[in-house]
């Protein structure tokens, strides 16, 4: 996190628990914070003759244009005109609003080679490659902003070990990002054939500031000669803003339903799920005993899948828990913390890289 390490982990705890109970009372819209990147003095990716800044803007405007003709709907913009706006206030804007989602708008650009295609990305560790440059592409705007040092004191977008000391104060939300991402890149492969460049975590500060599911598109790349025309043109822009906008009305109905609202957990370094509905014999045992004990939650989703091991990539002994609308999957029963560490080394290398740890107390 920027600010100083400590203290803005504790304010974003405080403002996450905040918002805790402000998700529960906004039952009446769903709102989403539409953010067009970049903006004013910075212009974002500039080639072959597109101003990312200019691009995003207007696929942003279509998005909003469609969604406020639903009175379900509430849309809240970080920019509807060409300003610069700072990555704190971007997110400021989403957690004042108490939003159910945040959409981040971009372009891509490669300094060589000649990629081609749309990528989604949410909030995670990944350091590596083409990937973390583009981390630190959409951080740099921080440098721009005035008395950055002190705003954003600690975090260096170009120091790969300041990349590490984020933190993911939601896992909840990551979850439910990637569900997001995923409905996108989906809409954009199934519905206009365009390249699939597939869903990616990576260190964004914008989206670890935010408390609710979001994510950052990148459209495609304005380095390519043929993908920055299409980008550019009224065609690219009506197409890419319908197929975000159908992703999002999706994942509205699979999570949002009116005063069914999906509330954010609190976390501080692992979760804690109190009196779970969860049936297997051993948790009823454990309680009898009001003992706690520890579980790998390895992913969750609108559907129920069945928990033989070869859905879950040949793990054993997953359970389910259903709460509101989501199911959600652990792997492994432990009393001892280590040994459910280990259980999560094992979640991780099957390929479960959000996996994380619960605490479940009855």
Not at 112 to 117: E, F, L
Not at 279 to 298: A, G, P, R, W
Not at 301 to 309: E, L, Q, R, Y
Not at 319 to 325: A, D, G, I, L, P
């Amino acid at each position: 996190m920027p600010l100083t390490k400590n203290t803005n982990y504790l304010f974003l705890l405080l403002l996450f628990l905040t918002f805790n109970t402000g998700f529960a009372q906004n039952s009446s819209k769903f709102k989403v914070v539409l953010d067009a990147g970049h903006g004013g003095k910075d212009p974002g990716a500039v080639k072959n003759g597109v101003k990312e800044k200019d691009v995003v803007l207007d696929v942003v405007l279509k998005i909003g244009k469609i969604l406020e003709k639903n009175n379900e709907i509430e849309v809240v913009y970080t920019r509807k005109t060409d300003v610069f706006v700072e990555l704190r206030e971007r997110a400021n804007i989403a957690n004042k609003a108490k939003a159910n989602l945040f959409i981040s708008v971009h372009c891509n650009s490669v300094k060589s080679g000649n990629p081609i295609g749309a990528m989604t990305l949410v909030m995670g560790m990944s350091r590596t490659g083409t990937n973390l440059e583009i981390a630190k592409t959409e951080n740099a705007v921080i440098f721009q902003e005035t008395d950055y040092k002190t705003k954003y004191k600690g975090f260096d977008p170009n120091n790969p070990e300041t990349l590490i000391g984020l933190k993911i104060i939601q896992e909840e939300s990551l979850l439910q990002s990637i569900e997001l991402a995923t409905l996108i890149q989906n809409q954009f492969r199934d519905e206009l054939n365009r390249k699939d460049k597939g869903v990616h975590q990576q260190p964004l500060w914008v989206l670890d500031a935010t408390v609710m599911p979001g994510v950052l598109i990148e459209l495609g790349f304005v380095s390519h000669p043929d993908e920055a025309r299409y980008l550019d043109s009224d065609k690219g822009k009506e197409e890419m803003s319908k197929s975000i906008t159908n992703a999002i009305l999706k994942y509205k109905s699979n999570f949002f339903n009116g005063n069914d609202v999906i509330e954010p957990e609190s976390i501080i370094s692992n979760r804690t799920v109190n009196n779970p509905k969860i049936t297997t014999d051993k948790v009823q045992e454990n309680s009898k005993l009001n003992k706690t004990f520890y579980k790998v939650q390895i992913s969750a989703s609108p559907n129920k899948i069945d928990t033989k091991p070869s859905n879950f990539k040949g793990l054993k002994g997953i359970t389910v828990q259903k709460e509101r609308k989501i199911y959600k999957y652990f792997y492994g029963e432990e009393n001892d913390y280590n040994a459910c560490k280990m259980k999560l080394e094992e979640a991780k290398k099957k390929g479960y890289a959000s996996a994380f740890i619960v605490t479940v107390t009855n």
